[in-house]
């Protein structure tokens, strides 16, 4: 029992061992490997989990993060794969390169005669001649021809063996070792002793938005990590010292033993609006440096200071300095606001209905659309710039807007556009607002102010019902219907149609009677804004009966519509962008990898590994000469039979008159 027990143990190794140097869990490997890398390249990795969610929704934005797919190089599976594949690998390589070296030098001088008749390529013949030199002239005329010659003579033969192209075994282990090295580089950029730490809850992701300073230490990694990749973004004329590592749902900061300084970025355009290209003027500061180091860095064109490499990788507003004028839609009589604020940064703004804060989220000096415009000679045009905000109740729910500064031209007319949405998936819904005569919106917001004044509107009404000239008119039939006018202007000023449409549906059951009500509600509503719109024509100095022109009356038609609108828009105020100090941001990618250079040596060692083995080929010959004097030649080739078999008649051939014709001229024959 006690010596079968030694046996058993070593026989469960050898197996594991087989197991682990097969070619089949190898290759295994290679294709999670491989699957994994493209599934990477595909999909954008280490962005905020915000990003994933709108493009994957809530179910399958779980199921890719408990899968890792957001950080597959970084994932504690890939980082497995890429260690088991070490593993097996390094295995191979010890298991087979004593036997690969040895192959390489055995030139098997102890061929059996069987053994060479039964070869695919073999000749046999029986000179007329002395073959006593025999073996010398062959072992010259091979060595002629490149190859390694071995004789050997025993008591009924001599064995003349040779082979050429041996050198492609190599090709085998420097594969192999290429991709042992491979994946030791990938594992120590991988940072291993990262992904511990936050296994192990020594480092914990920030998730808060809060200034560097007040980050707590443990997320704050050593200056001394060796492998990172991370980024950060700089306004022009401002320096960084850290970068941030996305993890998880939160970051990390990593601190650099230099300062970073953006002076001046710029970025060029194609005509679509695309970026033609962007680059960022950087100094970097040291105290190890006699003078700061100046350096432009472009797209693939990366600065490399101490083993970090900074490379270009994005742009962004960096801060930019927006004056503003905020129009009250709930008392549109009241002189706008004026409201600055620096995108990225947050205003507090007082309205009618409470404290909003006002957070500037973006901006961007060009929006580059498709020219749809009929007779248009240019394929696109430029909306000009425009700002995007988000507007925050006392409760915290905000919606977003987008709104143009200049006026947009459609189908001839001019508009102030502002897009709103309640979520980052959903897409901007807009309202446009017509531009007066003055190239404002004063006559749209003169127009809702008058609507929205109570008594203005009841004489509009009256004026609109001719109850002052009626006087068979019941009075107080009269009154109640001029306040049932008076209430649906309202709520088509104040909600929009939509509040309208439902109050229609609410007194009216039938599909016919809520069509035909609503065409007398639209029509009262047209008729009493036409008249508050002839007032405020008047005020502007127009004549109604003489001055009118066509854009006149086209104004009124699209201030319906925005009447209609402005309701469900969802703000307090209208804002419009009124000047800017536009100052951009540089997005940089920061990148420790000490093991980039392992990498590039594993790479050239696998590409001379498989260019020996695609263009070196094993061939092996031997030349078995009898005591009778008979000749046998044979061999083999591992790769291009069809070659060999070329090659192999070729060297037959010189054999067979070096056998044919051996005297003292044989040196001259060889």
Known sequence: MSHNKPERRHGRGAVFMEFLGSMNLAITLLVAIAIASIIGTVLQQNEPYNNYVIKFGPFWFEVFKALGLYDIYGAVWFLFLLGFLLVTTSVCVYRYTPSLLRDMNHFRTDAQEKSLRAFKHHSRWEPEGDVGRMPELAQRFLTGRGYRVRVKTTDDHTMVAAMKGSSSRLGYLFAHVGIVVICLGGLIDGNVPLKWADYTGRIVPETRD????????????????????????????????????????????QPLPFRIELEDFRIEHYESGMPKSFESDLVIHDEELDQPLRQTIAVNHPLIYKGYAIYQSSFADGGSLMKMRAWSLDEPGREPLQIEGRVNQSVRINTPRGGYRLELDDFKLFNIFPNEEEGATKKFRNFGPSVVFRLRDSSGQAIEFMNYMSPVQIEGRYFFMSGMRSAVSEPYRYIHIPVGSDGTVKRFMRLRELAMDPERMQGAVEQQMGLLERTDFDPALARQVSDNIVAVVSLFVRQGLDAVFEQV????????????????????????????????????????????????????????????????????????????????????????????????????????????????????????????????????GHRNRADFSGEFEELERGLRALSAAPGPDDDRAA
Not at 227 to 250: H, K, N, Y
Not at 576 to 601: M, N, W
């Open 210 to 253: 809060i200034p560097v300073s007040q980050i707590p230490e443990h997320s704050i990694l050593s200056e001394d990590n060796a492998a990172f990749r991370g980024s950060v973004q700089i306004p022009e004329g401002g320096r960084a010292g850290v970068v941030f590592l996305g993890m998880r749902d939160g970051y990390l900061v």
């Open 505 to 636: 549906q609410a007194n009216f059951k039938e599909e016919a009677q809520q069509q035909g009500a609503m065409e007398s509600y639209i029509n009262v509503i047209r008729g009493v804004l036409g008249g508050i719109y002839i007032d405020v024509l008047a005020e502007e100095g127009i004549k109604i009966d003489q001055d009118v022109t066509e854009q006149d009356a086209q104004f009124f038609e699209d201030a319906m519509t925005a009447l209609s609108l402005t309701g469900p828009y969802g703000s307090p105020v209208l804002l419009q962008l009124d000047s800017f100090e536009h100052v951009q941001a540089s997005g940089l990618q920061i990148t420790r990898s000490p093991g980039k250079d392992i990498v590039y040596l594993g790479c050239v060692m696998l590409m001379v590994g498989v260019f020996f083995m695609l263009y070196l080929h094993h061939r092996r010959v031997w030349l078995r000469i009898s005591a009778d004097g008979k000749l046998l030649f044979a061999g083999s």
